[in-house]
């Protein structure tokens, strides 16, 4: 049985930092693409970033720039680092397999951005 832990999230300015952990057990963690995504209040869960098996990288258009993904097979866990936050980032972020599977998703993190 899959299960994803998210943590890392938490409240911080804009303009501030945070890195997002998601430790993954019950699966080949190391011959999955992973993916972080996110759900605002209010909205549809959207892709953020994604990383292959070979370690390629892809971020949508409005994390460019200020968010990291990565990934530690030896550990099995994916990470996302957030720089330089806007209010807009408020949401909370989940990690899943790319494309995701209904079947691994957790309880997420909440991130909130705010002054």
């Known amino acids: 049985q899959v299960q994803l832990v998210e943590s890392g999230g938490g409240l911080v300015q804009p303009g501030g930092s945070l890195r997002l952990s998601c430790a993954a057990s019950g699966t080949t963690f190391s011959s999955v693409d992973w993916g972080w995504y996110r759900q605002a209040p209010g909205k549809q869960r959207e892709l953020v970033a994604t990383?292959?098996?070979?370690?390629?990288?892809q971020y949508v258009d409005f994390v460019k720039g200020r968010f990291t993904i990565s990934r530690d097979n030896a550990k099995n866990t994916v990470y996302l680092q957030m720089n330089s936050l806007k209010p807009e980032d408020t949401a909370v972020y989940y990690c899943n397999a790319f494309p995701s599977l209904t079947r691994y998703w957790g309880q997420g993190t909440q991130v909130t951005v705010s002054s």
């Open positions: 990383i292959s098996t070979n370690f390629n990288r």
